[in-house]
């Protein structure tokens, strides 16, 4: 298994993952998808006084697979909504 870049809309990378994984179930391909990743980093600021935690996305618009580039798990994570297709060449 390699690692992918999938395009997602900004913002909606978390929402677009799951449903991938949703996709991939339905259709019984999980076994060509190893990891779906989105790098995240915990940062922790002051605000009105008080230390606020929050997650920031280290590449916002962008979720990282590790599969196999089965042409049907290709097809399916293409057609899921949030998806704007992959980093990279056809």
């Given amino acids: 298994m390699l690692w992918y870049v999938i395009k997602a809309v900004s913002g909606r990378e978390t ?20 990891e779906l990743l989105i790098p995240c980093e915990r940062i922790t600021e002051i605000k009105r006084g008080k230390k606020v935690t929050s997650e920031r996305k280290l590449y916002p618009g962008y979720i990282y697979a590790k599969m196999t580039p089965h042409h049907d798990v290709l097809e399916v994570i293409r057609n899921v909504d949030g998806i704007t297709g992959f980093l990279g060449g056809d």
Avoid: G, M
């Fill in 15 to 34: 929402r677009a993952r799951e449903n991938i994984d949703i996709q991939l179930r339905v259709n019984n391909l999980t076994d060509h998808v190893e």
